[in-house]
């Protein structure tokens, strides 16, 4: 039973945020939105992950959602406005098409799932894979970086299994200050950026 719930919630957080892309009027598309979060939330809770569910209601929803939806119904934009400028969004389809190959990408890397059985898709993944390879190879990259990012990621494995009898928010607090202590500096500082450049903007548009 807990099965066919979560299943239930996965396609309806799917559904939902394509109608959330999808959707031209802007009141509907955050309540799109809002629906996502609940159903992520719900999910997550099911498969036991109760912190960070009860944080997407919390922040998601109860602070970010409905904050845009408060400033969209404030702004009253109109709907032909929106109808007017559609077209002009198919210039982006090539934008879109290579954002979505890398998801598609990151999620079958993750997922336990056997590409060998399907021909046309471990075409694409050997295809990605090298392409891959290629540029971590090259110049692009400097190896230096790459090693310290495999390095840090392999240490929050580790930390998977050395804290697995703390609680969740515990397990959080531990990985976060210890091996991801310097993923957190930077974005801090990224936050901070961007707290000083909205008011600068604010202030020079006075």
Same mark, same amino acid.
């Given at each position: ?105 990151? %999620? $079958?890397? =993750? #997922? ?8 046309? /898709?471990?075409? +694409?993944?050997? &295809?990605?894979? *090298? ?7 090259s110049n692009f990259i400097s190896k230096d970086l790459i090693s310290i990012i495999v390095n840090a990621y392999y240490n929050l494995s580790l ?22 202590? %310097? $993923?957190? =500096? #930077? ?8 707290? /000083?450049?909205? +008011?600068?903007? &604010?202030?020079? *548009?006075?």
């Amino acid at each position: 039973m807990t099965t066919f719930f979560v299943n239930i919630l996965a396609l309806g957080t799917l559904f939902s945020s394509v109608f959330a892309i999808t959707s031209k009027n802007p009141v509907i598309s955050i309540i799109f939105v809002i629906a996502t979060f609940v159903q992520a939330a719900g999910y997550l809770i099911f498969i036991g992950v109760n912190f960070v569910g009860i944080s997407y209601i919390v922040i998601y929803v109860g602070a970010i959602a409905v904050l845009f939806l408060f400033v969209i119904m404030m702004i009253n934009i109109k709907l032909t406005d929106i109808l007017e400028t559609g077209n002009q969004y198919t210039k982006n389809l090539p934008l879109a098409l290579a954002i979505g190959s890398l998801f598609t990408y990151v %999620i $079958f890397t =993750i #997922i336990p799932f056997n590409l060998n059985n399907v021909p046309a /898709l471990s075409l +694409i993944s050997e &295809s990605l894979i *090298n392409l891959n390879s290629l540029i971590l190879n090259s110049n692009f990259i400097s190896k230096d970086l790459i090693s310290i990012i495999v390095n840090a990621y392999y240490n929050l494995s580790l930390s998977d299994i050395n804290i697995t009898d703390f609680t969740q928010i515990e397990t959080l607090g531990y990985s976060l200050y210890t091996y991801g202590a %310097i $993923f957190l =500096i #930077i974005l801090s500082v990224i936050l901070l950026l961007a707290m /000083l450049a909205t +008011i600068i903007i &604010s202030r020079s *548009n006075k």
